[in-house]
């Protein structure tokens, strides 16, 4: 039965829910508060260069290819796709880097450059991560857990794999060199979690890493969101931007329709939120309609790190500096720093970055002669209480000095382009609770039935996809959340 259906956001759970309920045969509406869509995948354009705001670790990239193949199209006529060699180039703080690809002996031969004792664990480790793969991943991922005995059902399993353990403790029974520890247990970074409290569960990351590459999409994350834009169009879906829903109207505890800001409203039989969950259980739905999703309920949540971002772009390029497309600059303090910013919520001195390098991969990314940058650093959410109207110029100007002394020379003469964002962008603009960057932080606790689920208990004709609900961040997370709403809603 062909349904009418408001698809509210347009991250990349929005966007592949939205082109799977279109080849459902749904008619299907977007709505985005911004100019342009993406959600955390927004493209910052300046002087010429072109910033991913967002996600730029792209892993399964079958699952676009499953969107695209759906619809009856290929992917790699609307965007392509290239493999990273390697995945990270991960620095201690000396400077001594280690790289790992899918390469089996060569990702051997890097540990044993390191400590040769720990060649023997590796391989240890790789074989137990497949199993946790092939349960978390490849099986359930894709299930919805909408009743407490779905988890009943895989928790011998779920034990039986360790998941009571954290990533950091579960790489520990196999490593003992610390540097390379953190090279293999900061994964759950990549999704807001804590490597030591994070389930290991998130292990799997590395295994599902080694299964398909990691890649880049030409054009950047952004060249997805349009190949997918365009895909949707092509569909028959319609878009709208600069169209900020103010409420979710509820008639009997079913969704019936949304306000805009401007007052318009427009009816629907099923609604799809791509917003941040928290937000949209608070900020668009009237309390009288929560039962569950409590206000109480919603601030005692634990929720992901925030993140600071600097884009920047230089009139010089930078290729003989010795970095790579994906590269991973741990300070000294490890567990420290992450207890500052996952529990203590104090924004440190020092810190551990990402440093994306797109250019290397893909000089359409900045103009002739130029390289574009972005560099990243977890810190805490909001509670910290840090005023980062008056910090953020201070935490910036550290991040560059210590680039600039460590890794690009001359940095800060050459910047022709430069763009930051901070919680405060998080909260205020991407609408994102506490300015969390990754929504529901992922400890056991708040994973499969434990997070918010992709159904709504509160609200019918209500559906959740994106970061903050089952699975998780990410981008295999968000994309399976659309293929769990397409499913739902197909069954109701």
Request: glycine content about 8%.
């Amino acid at each position: 039965m062909k349904k009418k259906i408001i698809v509210i956001g347009s991250g990349f759970g929005g966007l592949g829910a939205a082109s799977r309920l279109l080849t459902a045969g749904h008619d299907v509406t977007i709505l985005e508060k911004r100019d342009k869509l993406g959600g955390r995948a927004y493209v910052y354009e300046k002087n010429g260069f072109k910033f991913d705001g967002g996600p730029t670790v792209i892993t399964a990239p079958f699952m676009f290819d499953d969107i695209f193949e759906a619809a009856g199209k290929k992917r790699e006529d609307y965007v392509k796709f290239v493999p990273c060699d390697p995945f990270y180039r991960i620095f201690d703080a000396e400077g001594k880097h280690f790289d790992y690809n899918n390469d089996h002996e060569f990702t051997l031969e890097e540990i044993k450059k390191r400590n040769p004792g720990d060649v023997e664990g590796y391989e240890k480790f790789i074989k137990t991560t497949k199993a946790i793969f092939d349960k978390g991943f490849v099986e359930l991922a894709d299930k919805p857990f909408l009743k407490f005995t779905d988890m009943l059902k895989v928790a011998p399993d779920l034990i039986k794999l360790q998941s009571y353990k954290t990533v950091y403790k579960y790489v520990e029974q196999f490593i003992d060199d610390e540097f390379l520890k953190r090279c293999f247990s900061f994964h759950p970074l990549l999704v807001g979690g804590n490597p030591f409290d994070t389930t290991s569960i998130y292990a799997m990351i590395h295994y599902l890493e080694r299964e398909w590459g990691v890649h880049y999409a030409m054009g950047g994350t952004g060249a997805i969101v349009n190949a997918l834009e365009k895909l949707i169009l092509e569909q028959g879906g319609k878009i709208h931007t600069e169209a900020e829903v103010d409420e979710i109207q509820i008639s009997n505890g079913k969704a019936t329709g949304v306000r805009l800001k401007n007052g318009e409203q427009l009816q629907a039989d099923e609604i799809v939120s791509n917003a941040d969950v928290a937000f949209t259980y608070k900020n668009l739905i009237n309390p009288k309609h929560r039962k569950k999703y409590t206000d109480r309920k919603i601030e005692r949540t634990k929720y992901s790190m925030s993140l600071f971002v600097i884009y920047f772009g230089t009139k010089k390029r930078y290729l003989d500096s010795g970095l790579a497309h994906h590269n991973i600059i741990l300070g000294d303090r490890y567990q420290g720093l992450l207890e500052d910013i996952f529990h203590k919520k104090h924004l440190a001195e020092d810190f551990s970055l990402y440093l994306h390098m797109p250019t290397i991969t893909d000089p359409s990314m900045a103009p002739e002669g130029c390289e574009g940058f972005y560099v990243l650093s977890p810190v805490p959410h909001l509670d910290s209480g840090t005023d980062w109207n008056e910090m953020a110029p201070k935490y910036r100007d550290a991040i560059m000095d210590f680039l600039e002394e460590n890794y690009l020379p001359d940095l800060q003469e050459n910047i022709i382009a430069e763009h930051y964002i901070d919680p405060l962008h998080f909260q205020d603009v991407l609408n994102s609770y506490k300015g969390s960057a990754f929504s529901v932080e992922p400890i056991l606790t708040q994973s499969a039935w434990f997070r918010p689920h992709n159904k709504s208990e509160d609200v019918d004709n209500l559906y959740f996809v994106g970061a903050g609900t089952h699975p998780g961040a990410g981008l295999p997370g968000v994309l399976s959340s659309s293929i769990i709403a397409q499913d739902l809603i197909g069954k109701a």
